[in-house]
């Protein structure tokens, strides 16, 4: 058994997280689990505006429980950044940090005197790094609000998701906040190991719509290049617009499972479907993609899923069930990851999940909860005071 | 950007993986300007350059391997040989960053695992993508996509109530796990310039499909684990009341993100909405809430709803395919394309990096390697 304790790759670094709700947020949480110690500065009445984002009206202590999710293994401190002697310690602080993370919108951080050009002469060592919605501030859409749901609709990619008879279909969670994230998170390490050689500070910028144009990356290649003038999804059981048949979710007699891709003729002949058999151009298991997931739609709801899986499995064809939260946590395979934690803010203890990375073998655990407005302004700020 | 400037500037990666976790990792490493030298197996090389979406080429080359191996150099070798082997083992030496996704144990029996390639370069950071983590009883499954989503959850949260479990439709999975790896290695990175000492670093693409899930298993872990329902009606997040979804205009479709229901009636003139004035029914009605905006917002165009909503700060957008995205001056202010190119007559049109490093765009003309395409090259800077 591996014993959860952090390795603190980034142990010694300070991190000033200004943003509110999911895509800096999450970065700084990224950074806190890897070791470094972050602050989060929250404006004294009411704080980030995630903790009343309640998500199915679920709240702990008076906070949403994706704000606990998001803000554990931090510090707290409440600072009114239009108030002179409050800015005054917010210079200090950042004066004495390593990276800043902001995520207001686009304007609001150079009011408050707090963008990248005003401070890089107090802190020429400092990474600052901010995401917006769309770009920078020049940019057309720089009004728009940099919301998740928003991003994904103008990224194009709720045209890759659902079936082809489907209203364009979001990718159901907040996918453009994290992908940014992961790229700040990228960003701002890899400005740190410049530093480490150069001294240097630097500046990182990402934004959802960036963020979520790279995710597509792939298929917008395609596009750019030539491929299918846009994207069509299949008409049923589209897992991907530009995957040939197999791939997708099929429903079997008492549930589901998933197939990846397979050679259609050599499945054709594992199932006795001679139709299927006798396709042997690969490029007819794109076109004709639609007759042959029908085809297999039908197949496939004669039997239970072990009994599919068993059979495709021992032709080496890669599938599995489809598994709910409840049939996830039961498996030995999940239980082997340890992969839910417990968390404290006082008396209150929560679970929520763990870092995803290992480092030298060893899983990531912190048992720190988020903090309250302000929670550590005293240990934080009469420090600087003096 | 100037080559020396970028951040990575001056930092080698042996990439021995294969189709999209690993690649897409060295890609960004590479793009952050490390020199990212692809390990192929000789003959055949990552199996990606026989993988096609939609059956596109683009000179003679998959396009989606010639998309995720831009700006990388490719040595091509035989690792069960002998001497093949040893140089190989020369190149690990001189390198900084080794990242590998065979199937658990493939390494071991090359002798190019962790704890033997610490022996040869203490200061190496070593990256290994798995499909469900190196224990248990999924060790062996292959660690593919569609797959990870299945058994991961992902699939239940995607579309509408009444539909089949759905999975996200691209491969997420593998494009998180990729950047969970290059944030494990470059803090690594980090500590190395620090400590001077290598790390192991590893992920997997269920640790990763599930931590892209935290907020919501965070819920689900709180709630006495109710199972998360889909709306029925235009589901856009099975944990968001209404209005959060894409409704249909009379000419296209519009995005309301959260925000009052109330407000929402108000602006659009829709009577039914405004007695919902109780933030409690705006998820536990949401399907009835739905419902009404569907009828009323098919009766006028998106531009119209977007008049009446954007003065008022109310979260919307027209849904964009690529064509509209492409054209938009927005979007042709970021310059997010970039064309490769391996001689005139084969070009190769793709995206940027999307980290934007001292406000500036990085960009990379170089074009995915043939196969073995620098062996003599890197032969002669390393062994001669």
Request: net charge negative; hydrophobic share 40%.
């Amino acid at each position: 058994m591996k014993t959860a304790q952090s390795d603190g790759l980034l142990n010694g670094l300070t991190v000033l997280d200004f943003s509110q709700f999911l895509s800096g947020p999450s970065a700084a949480l990224r950074l806190a689990d890897l070791g470094a110690r972050v602050i989060k500065v929250e404006r004294p009445e009411g704080g980030d505006i995630c903790r009343s984002l309640y998500i199915a009206k679920q709240k702990i202590e008076g906070d949403s429980t994706i704000f606990h999710a998001i803000n554990r293994n931090k510090e707290g401190v409440s600072l009114d950044l239009k108030d002179p002697v409050d800015h005054q310690l917010a210079l200090e602080l950042i004066a004495s940090a390593d990276v800043m993370i902001q995520n207001f919108r686009p304007g609001v951080i150079e009011r408050l005197g707090l963008d990248y050009e005003s401070l890089k002469h107090i802190n020429p060592q400092l990474i600052y790094a901010s995401v917006s919605g769309y770009g920078n501030n020049q940019s057309s859409l720089r009004s728009k609000p940099g919301q998740d749901l928003l991003a994904q609709c103008m990224s194009g990619l709720t045209w890759l998701n659902g079936n082809a008879s489907d209203a364009p279909t979001p990718f159901g969670l907040a996918i453009a906040d994290l992908s940014a994230s992961y790229q700040l998170v990228q960003g701002i390490l890899a400005l740190l190991v410049r530093r480490g050689k150069t001294k240097r500070g630097g500046l990182v910028e990402v934004s959802l719509l960036e963020a979520l144009v790279d995710l597509q990356f792939e298929v917008f290649s395609n596009y750019l290049n030539g491929g299918d003038a846009r994207p069509s999804r299949c008409s049923e059981l589209n897992a991907h617009a530009y995957m040939s048949a197999p791939y997708g979710i099929y429903q079997s007699q008492n549930g589901y499972f998933a197939i990846a891709s397979f050679a259609i003729n050599k499945l054709g002949e594992i199932l006795g479907l001679d139709e299927l058999a006798r396709m042997d151009d690969s490029r007819l298991w794109y076109s004709e993609r639609s007759y042959i997931y029908a085809r297999l739609a039908k197949h496939f709801v004669s039997e239970n899923s072990d009994y599919w899986l068993g059979l495709l499995s021992s032709h080496q064809v890669w599938c599995s069930n489809v598994l709910d939260w409840p049939e996830l946590f039961a498996h030995e395979g999940f239980k082997v990851l340890d992969f839910v934690q417990e968390i404290e803010q006082g008396n209150v203890k929560m679970l929520t999940t763990r870092c995803p990375i290992r480092i030298n073998g060893q899983i990531l655990k912190s048992n720190k909860g988020s903090p309250k407005i302000g929670e550590d302004n005293h240990k934080i700020l009469s420090k600087l005071a003096k | 950007m100037q080559a020396q400037d970028l951040p990575l500037a001056g930092i080698l990666v042996l990439d021995f993986s294969q189709f999209l976790a690993g690649p897409s990792a060295a890609l960004r490493l590479a793009d952050l300007g490390a020199r990212v030298i692809k390990i192929e197996r000789s003959g055949v090389g990552d199996l990606c350059r026989q993988l096609t979406i939609s059956n596109l080429t683009v000179g003679g080359e998959s396009a989606v391997f010639q998309t995720i191996n831009r700006n990388k150099e490719s040595y091509s070798t035989n690792l069960k040989d002998p001497v093949d082997l040893e140089k190989v083992k020369s190149l690990i030496k001189e390198a900084d960053i080794m990242i590998q996704n065979f199937r658990p144990g493939v390494m071991q029996k090359l002798g190019l695992d962790y704890p033997e390639v610490k022996k040869l370069n203490p200061n190496i950071v070593y990256g290994s993508v798995s499909g469900y983590g190196d224990e248990g009883p999924w060790k062996h499954k292959p660690g593919q996509d569609l797959l990870a989503q299945s058994m991961s959850g992902l699939v239940n949260l995607n579309g509408n109530a009444d539909q089949p479990p759905m999975p996200f439709g691209l491969a997420v999975s593998d494009m998180i796990t990729g950047a969970h790896l290059v944030q494990g290695l470059l803090a690594a990175m980090v500590k190395r310039g620090i400590r001077g000492e290598g790390s192991f670093v590893e992920v997997s693409l269920l640790e990763s499909t599930l931590d892209f899930q935290f907020e919501v298993l965070s819920t689900y872990l709180n709630d006495g684990n109710q199972l998360p329902q889909r709306s029925s009606i235009n589901n856009a997040h099975a944990y968001l009341g209404a209005p959060y979804g894409i409704y249909q205009s009379k000419d296209g479709f519009i995005a309301l993100a959260m925000g009052s229901v109330v407000t929402l009636g108000q602006l659009i003139d829709c009577e039914a909405l405004i007695s919902y004035d109780n933030p409690d029914d705006w998820f536990d009605q949401r399907d009835t809430i739905k419902s009404i905006l569907v009828s009323h917002l098919k009766s006028q165009t998106s531009q119209y709803w977007l008049d009446k909503l954007e003065p008022a700060d109310y979260w919307c957008a027209e849904v964009f395919d690529w064509d509209k995205l492409s054209a938009h001056d927005g979007f042709k202010e970021l310059a997010f394309t970039q064309t490769t190119e391996r001689g005139s007559d084969h070009q190769f049109h793709t995206t940027r990096c999307p980290i934007n490093i001292d406000g500036q765009r990085l960009y990379s003309a170089k074009p995915s390697p043939l196969l073995g395409e620098h062996n003599d090259a890197i032969e002669t800077e390393f062994f001669k």
